[in-house]
């Protein structure tokens, strides 16, 4: 098989396996509903750093249970934003809310852990006022910092938004100050992303897994994680 081939199958099969563990955990979310307040009290009973969990679009925390279970296990009481919903919003009106959340329970030196769509919201969480002051860093996976050409197709506003000529998207690239605070995590191959996840200024990180959604899973997504929670602030 020619080496071009053997390539294109790599990739229909990475495409498959992609959309199956997407489908598997949002059908997974849904029959099987966890408490978010379980991961609030951590499992190891010390007092680490608080996170904040921020999915992509069409998610909601759930999809993000692997590694609240793997933070909650590590001593880190594990905040989810309720009113996110599913993530259809404005990318700054959902960073609003949890600005909004963050105040309300008065936390500070946080962690963001987001995916995808989450990492442009937590971006501009740490534009906001309360939420430059609150959070400390901010670990994004598979996040479309720079668009995605694929956006463009769309006539739905909450895909369109991560088209690389979006308004409020070319506002936060020039926003490179927080970008030092920022642990950007992405697979070698992202079939909704193909002009990649890095993000100038930030520390970047590249998986060998390839898809959008399998590296919530990959056993070495945890290991960054760990290492970047418990960095010093």
């Known amino acids: 098989m020619p080496q071009r081939m053997r390539r294109r199958a790599a990739l229909a099969r990475a495409w498959a396996a992609d959309y199956a563990y997407v489908g598997f955990w949002q059908v997974n ?3 099987f509903r966890k408490d978010p307040s379980e991961y609030l009290v951590p499992e190891a009973g010390a007092a ?4 904040v969990l921020i999915p992509g679009v069409y998610e909601n925390w759930q999809f993000l249970r692997p590694l609240a279970q793997a933070l909650s296990s590590w001593g880190h009481p594990v905040h989810t934003v309720a009113p996110l919903g599913f993530n259809r919003g404005r990318i700054d009106r959902m960073a609003e809310l949890v600005q909004q959340y963050l105040v309300e329970r008065d936390l500070s030196d946080v962690i963001v852990v987001a995916h995808s769509k989450g990492g442009l919201i937590g971006k501009q969480l740490m534009l906001l006022p309360e939420g ?3 959070v400390d860093h901010m670990v994004a ?5 720079s668009g995605s050409v694929y956006a463009r197709f769309f006539f739905v506003p909450s895909i369109r938004a991560f088209s690389p000529r979006d308004k409020l998207l070319l506002r936060l690239q020039g926003s490179s100050d927080v970008n030092a605070r920022i642990t950007s995590v992405y697979s070698r191959f992202d079939p909704h992303i193909p002009g990649g996840s890095s993000l100038p200024g930030a520390r970047n990180i590249q998986l060998e897994t390839m898809g959008h959604f399998r590296p919530i899973g990959d056993p070495r997504l945890l290991d960054v994680l760990k290492q970047e929670v418990e960095r010093e602030p």
């Open 29 to 31: 979310g849904f029959l």
């Open 48 to 51: 680490g750093r608080p996170v």
């Open 132 to 134: 430059a002051r609150r």
């Open 141 to 145: 996976v598979n996040t479309p910092f």
